[in-house]
């Protein structure tokens, strides 16, 4: 059984500041990429940033610059700090890992429940 459990969302006035994290627990080998996704309302699913396991990021263009993602592979842990947030990165965050439960096995991916980010005045 394994497990991703996000945290650090809320609100916040445009041109703030939040940090989000997703800690993986559980079954768990090892952790190939991680990443975060949003979804407003209305909206698919998007790609908000990917680290892979040697911490190669990738971003969507709508927040580069502003957001960063890392990872702390001892904690099994992906983090994003989200700065000079805007009305438009409104969305529920969900948190993703591809995860290893034992040596040769395949990478299964896992999802958070989701946080909430709300960017308002």
């Known amino acids: 059984q394994v497990q991703l459990v996000e945290s650090g969302g809320g609100l916040v006035q445009p041109g703030g500041s939040l940090r989000l994290s997703c800690a993986a627990s559980?079954?768990?080998?090892?952790?190939?990429?991680m990443g975060w996704h949003r979804q407003a309302p209305g909206k698919e699913r998007e790609l908000v940033a990917r680290?892979?396991?040697?911490?190669?990021?990738k971003y969507a263009d709508s927040v580069k610059g502003r957001f960063t993602i890392s990872r702390d592979n001892a904690a099994n842990t992906v983090y994003l700090q989200m700065n000079s947030l805007k009305p438009e990165d409104t969305a529920v965050y969900y948190c993703?890992?591809?995860?290893?439960?034992?040596?040769?096995?395949?990478?299964?991916?896992?999802w958070g429940q989701g946080t909430q980010v709300t960017v308002s005045s």
């Open positions: 993703n890992a591809a995860i290893q439960y034992y040596s040769g096995s395949p990478y299964y991916r896992h």
């Open positions: 680290i892979t396991s040697g911490a190669s990021p």
């Open positions: 559980g079954s768990i080998f090892s952790i190939n990429d």
